[in-house]
């Protein structure tokens, strides 16, 4: 069974900074497109940022680009999420997602992805 575990989230001021990483095990890693999406309470799931399996194709969302990186090493079958300027409204829990695909390109589709991590809070205080 593929696993995806998070780390990284934690309590920062506004204008701070955070990486997640996403630790994938029980997989060919360099096979799989990898997303973040986050959900803050009361609302729905969304996505965040994604990267294609070999990493030379990236995309994000509006309200995050520029200050957000996403970013992978294959060889230590991990990915990443750079997280600066960080704004209050970035308060959310932070999911990574995988799915095995042939094509080299990324996917924004939550619905897409077959595997998810358990998420880790990120709190980004004003």
């Known amino acids: 069974q593929v696993q995806l575990v998070e780390s990284g989230g934690g309590l920062v001021q506004a204008g701070g900074s955070l990486r997640l990483s996403c630790a994938a095990s029980?997989?060919?890693?360099?096979?799989?497109?990898m997303g973040w999406f986050r959900q803050a309470p009361g609302k729905e799931r969304e996505f965040v940022a994604a990267?294609?399996?070999?990493?030379?194709?990236?995309n994000y969302a509006d309200s995050v680009k520029g200050r957000f990186t996403i970013s992978r090493d294959n060889a230590k079958s991990t990915g990443y999420l750079q997280m600066n300027s960080l704004k209050p409204q970035d308060t959310a829990v932070y999911y990574c997602a995988a799915r095995a695909t042939s094509t080299d390109w990324y996917y924004k589709l939550l619905s897409w992805y077959a595997y998810w991590g358990q998420g880790t809070q990120v709190t980004v205080s004003s």
């Open positions: 990267i294609s399996r070999g990493g030379d194709n990236t």
């Open positions: 029980r997989l060919t890693f360099s096979s799989f497109a």
